[in-house]
């Protein structure tokens, strides 16, 4: 084991909360996402008990093609603030180490779209067979969608 994931007690979200909780189902089929709204752009994690994190792990939707300036905050302190790398499935975000109870993602401008990886064709028909970015179902502007999210304690050593 080289890293440990921070046990989650409940999550809300700015809007769309009752689908909130399917960040965390390991299940790559489901998503959460905001409306379209700067303001309604942000999902909170309260852990089990207060943790130090280390890193965040995101799958985002449309993560190939897609930007999103992204603000994270423990307990209001900003702990990662950029925009992810677009990437082929999961993005490791590497935090402030600090320790709190209340992890926010937050949208912090308006999505971008624009193809990191010349436009690949996948070779399977069905898109839902693991090769869609689910972008389709989430326009780009200020919209926040995750497919899964997971949030680690500092590596062990």
Not at 60 to 71: F, I
Not at 95 to 119: M, N, Y
């Amino acid at each position: 084991v080289w890293r440990e994931a921070i046990p989650i007690k409940s999550v809300t979200a700015g809007s769309n909360a009752d689908t909130a909780k399917q960040t965390l189902d390991d299940n790559e089929m489901t998503l959460w996402k905001s409306e379209n709204a700067r303001d309604k752009a942000w999902i909170e994690y309260e852990f089990e008990q207060p943790a130090t994190v280390g890193e965040v792990t995101l799958k985002l939707v449309g993560w190939r093609l897609r930007s999103y300036p992204l603000r994270i905050t423990l307990d209001g302190q900003t702990i990662y603030e950029g925009t992810p790398e677009k990437t082929l499935g999961y993005v490791t975000l590497p935090t402030k180490e600090i320790t709190g109870s209340r992890l926010r993602i937050e949208l912090t401008g308006p999505t971008v779209d624009r193809d990191a990886f010349g436009q690949i064709i996948e070779l399977v028909p069905n898109a839902r067979a693991g090769f869609d970015t689910m972008a389709e179902q989430v326009p780009a502007g200020y919209g926040l969608a995750i497919v899964e999210a997971e949030i680690y304690k500092p590596r062990l050593k």
